[in-house]
T-cell receptor, first 115, second 113 residues
Framework: NAGVMQNPRHLVRRRGQEARLRCSPM?????VYWYRQLPEEGLKFMVYLQKENIIDESGMPKERFSAEFPKEGPSILRIQQVVRGDSAAYFC?????????????FGEGSWLTVV | GNSVTQMEGPVTLSEEAFLTINCTYTATGYPSLFWYVQYPGEGLQLLLKATKADDKGSNKGFEATYRKETTSFHLEKGSVQVSDSAVYFC????????????FGKGITLSVRP
């Protein structure tokens, strides 16, 4: 059973460009979460999605960031007009039915560097 | 709000030393508590968890006990190995939050031979 797959693993973008990060959940998981890890910080929740639905986006910056999880294909985290402060590791996680105490499974992360 | 506080790092130990990494939390109700480990260049892996007070999570020689009275979930290992060198994150899932985790800042552990 393949784990959570993220790509690209490393992405370099110039300021003002767009970054697209992709996440394929574990087989059988229909719930996806995105977290951001800034340097020297813990992970911060960004958004929780089910297929075709955003359930909780309370951690998403108000501008330039968007996320989707279409009926077919991976979940996408999109960052428009990137700035240096967007440089971070972005982790995707997935779970089956989210029940308190359930384990969620993280991907290996996508490291975004904005130059 | 919910928060997790981890002891300041980094921590450097010799192989076979005893390890304690402190973690305290603030949350209403009865959160679930987790320890995740991140090896260099990799994603997070669940190390252990506890879902109710007085539960003890254990894995790979690591242990942590959910202490409601002290709101703590300290991680311990009796004898660390070089391969345990990693970043360790304490996290909580508030009651009913359905996998929306709040993480501590993490602490880097280096074990020297």
């Amino acid at each position: 059973n393949a784990g959570v797959m993220q790509n690209p693993r490393h992405l370099v973008r110039r300021r003002g460009q767009e970054a697209r990060l992709r996440c394929s959940p574990m087989k059988g998981h229909s719930h996806v979460y995105w977290y951001r890890q800034l340097p020297e910080e813990g992970l911060k929740f960004m958004v929780y999605l089910q297929k075709e639905n955003i359930i909780d986006e309370s951690g998403m910056p108000k501008e330039r960031f968007s996320a989707e999880f279409p009926k077919e294909g991976p979940s996408i985290l999109r960052i428009q007009q990137v700035v240096r402060g967007d440089s971070a590791a972005y982790f995707c996680a997935s779970s089956p039915i989210p029940v308190s105490g359930n384990t969620i499974y993280f991907g290996e992360g996508s490291w975004l560097t904005v130059v | 709000g919910n928060s997790v506080t981890q002891m300041e790092g980094p921590v450097t130990l010799s192989e076979e030393a005893f390890l304690t990494i402190n973690c305290t939390y603030t949350a209403t109700g009865y959160p679930s508590l987790f320890w995740y480990v991140q090896y260099p260049g990799e994603g997070l892996q669940l190390l252990l968890k506890a879902t109710k007070a007085d539960d003890k999570g254990s894995n790979k020689g690591f242990e942590a006990t959910y202490r409601k009275e002290t709101t703590s979930f300290h991680l311990e290992k009796g004898s660390v190995q070089v391969s345990d060198s990693a970043v360790y994150f304490c996290a909580l899932e508030p009651t009913g939050a359905n996998s929306k985790l709040t993480f501590g800042k993490g602490i880097t552990l280096s074990v020297r031979p």
